[in-house]
């Protein structure tokens, strides 16, 4: 079993893994949160471990301006059914100081192999539906490299 603390460090590759070496993200890693993104920081993946929530939270967040914030919110909209059937569990919403998110909470559990697996895969498939849609729905002044 591994700690959450470990699970969180090495999140980033294991996520990497999961998606193929060609679509290594960027990364940052505390002791129990990891963001992903792939050109832009503010347009990042986010996995938190919550204990006194009894829950790991990940998901798609967008932290940038509002008015962008907004508009990949209603971009990702327009594509709730196909996210839908793609990430059952996911919640499309406007979030905290003007930002949005695309997020779901997994019931928390022991770090063991099969549950690590789970949230990896999880997030893995998050990037693998979502990334095509907001790199499609980018304006066209928002910094983006990869």
Same mark, same amino acid.
């Given at each position: 079993m591994t700690s959450y603390q470990a699970f969180c460090k090495g999140l980033p590759r294991a996520v990497a893994r999961e998606l193929g070496d060609a679509a290594a993200p960027h990364s940052s890693a505390t002791g129990w949160m990891v963001k992903l993104w792939f050109g832009n920081k503010d347009l990042h993946y986010e996995c938190g471990v919550y204990h006194r929530r009894q829950v790991v939270e990940l998901g798609l967040h967008f932290e940038?301006?509002?008015?962008?914030?907004q508009l990949l919110l209603g971009?990702?909209?327009?594509?709730?059914?196909?996210?839908?059937?793609?990430?059952? %569990?996911?919640?499309? /919403? $406007?979030w905290d100081k003007g930002w949005a998110r695309v997020w779901e909470a997994i019931p928390? %559990?022991?770090?063991? /192999? $099969?549950?690590?697996?789970?949230v990896t895969g999880t997030l893995a498939r998050y990037v693998r539906v979502l990334e095509p849609i907001l790199e499609d729905s980018l304006p066209a002044d928002v910094r983006w490299s990869r």
């Open positions: 940038s301006d509002a008015f962008t914030n971009a990702l909209r327009l594509h709730a059914k196909a996210i839908a059937k793609r990430l059952p %569990a996911a919640r499309i /919403e $406007p928390l %559990a022991p770090f063991d /192999e $099969p549950y690590s697996a789970l």
